[in-house]
């Protein structure tokens, strides 16, 4: 009864547009068994099968081989070795193993156009997204782990998180320029630029900058009111609206007004109790020094009846 049979040649991964080269091997058969290949549901021609006599002069070593250039569709794909015997009858005996190929994704840049004034108009809503073929790669994680936008010419970088989405929610001309999305994974990173100009023209698209050997896509079609790389490796996420450059300009302006309001009321509100505390406090000279103070307002109210041979003067109380 042949043995369940073995893969080998799939240890490591296999770059893109390369050669696989897989063998599969199965002892303890007599006569010899049959080997048959197939990659998914599709069936494989082998290169050529070797039998060989077993140590003990009984059974049979069947070896066959199989070649085949892949490509990123076959990342993870099922290949399989089925070993046909006569004394397996109904029974089958396979193995499976998953490819694993090492591509370098390249990066387009898609825009999509909310209500506005026309393509690209001023006024309108637009979200700018990148979208990455799948990153091939033998690490669980095929995608890119950050996304960093920037504007050329500008100092800070507009927006560094997971999402591959940047949104302005109300666009202006003043959002005019040049954006920059590096997305960066554990194989390394990538850039691409997108020019936007609100004026009334449609976005150009630069091709990515990436040391990848693997082919670049062209850049994708631009319509007016959807730009999108659209394929079966496409990764689209959500994104959180960033505020555009006038909507900064535009909370500065509002938090200086707020400040300044806040000012003025301090000022006032010191200014109004102050007067409360001092009114009706004014006395004279000769009253505040004297010892009958508390009863000065009676002195001096009575001082034209009550003295005399003195002076004239009076004082009273304000």
């Not at 994704?105 to 999509?112: F, Q, Y």
């Not at 920059?180 to 976005?203: I, P, Q």
């Not at 009114?279 to 009846?305: F, M, Q, R, V, W």
């Amino acid at each position: 009864i042949p043995q369940k049979p073995q893969i080998f040649g799939h240890e490591q991964p296999i770059d893109e547009e390369k050669m696989a080269r897989l063998t599969c091997r199965s002892s303890g058969s007599k006569p010899a068994a049959q080997l048959r290949w197939k990659k998914g549901n599709k069936e494989l021609m082998d290169e050529g099968t070797e039998v060989i006599a077993d140590s003990n002069g009984k059974t049979f070593t069947v070896s066959s081989r199989v070649e085949f250039r892949v490509t990123k569709e076959d990342n993870e794909a099922e290949v399989t070795c089925t070993v046909d015997h006569e004394s397996l009858q109904n029974s089958e005996r396979s193995t499976t193993q998953k490819l694993q190929v090492h591509c370098t994704w390249h990066m387009g840049m898609a825009g999509h156009l909310g209500e506005g004034t026309g393509p690209w108009g001023d006024g309108g809503a637009l979200s700018i997204t990148t979208d990455q073929q799948t990153f091939l790669t033998p690490l669980p994680l095929h995608s890119p782990q950050e996304f960093l936008w920037e504007k050329e010419g500008s100092d800070a970088p507009l927006q560094l998180s997971s999402e591959s989405v940047l949104i302005f929610p109300f666009l202006n001309k003043s959002d005019s320029g040049t954006y920059v999305c590096t997305a960066t994974s554990s194989m390394g990173s990538v850039v691409a630029k997108y020019n936007l100009d609100v004026s009334g023209k449609r976005g150009t698209q630069h091709h990515p900058v990436s040391p990848s050997s693997c082919p670049v896509a062209q850049p994708p079609l631009i319509l007016p009111h959807l730009l999108s790389v659209f394929s079966s490796f496409a990764i689209w996420a959500d994104a959180s609206p960033v505020p555009s450059t006038s909507s900064t300009y535009h909370a500065v302006i509002g938090g200086v007004v707020a400040v300044i309001v806040f000012l003025l009321l301090s000022l006032l509100i010191v200014l109004g109790h102050y007067l409360i505390r001092h009114k009706g406090t004014y006395l004279t000279h000769e009253a505040k020094g004297s010892d009958d103070a508390p009863d000065a307002d009676t002195a001096i109210i009575n001082a034209e009846g009550g003295q005399a041979g003195g002076d004239d003067k009076k004082e009273y109380f304000i």
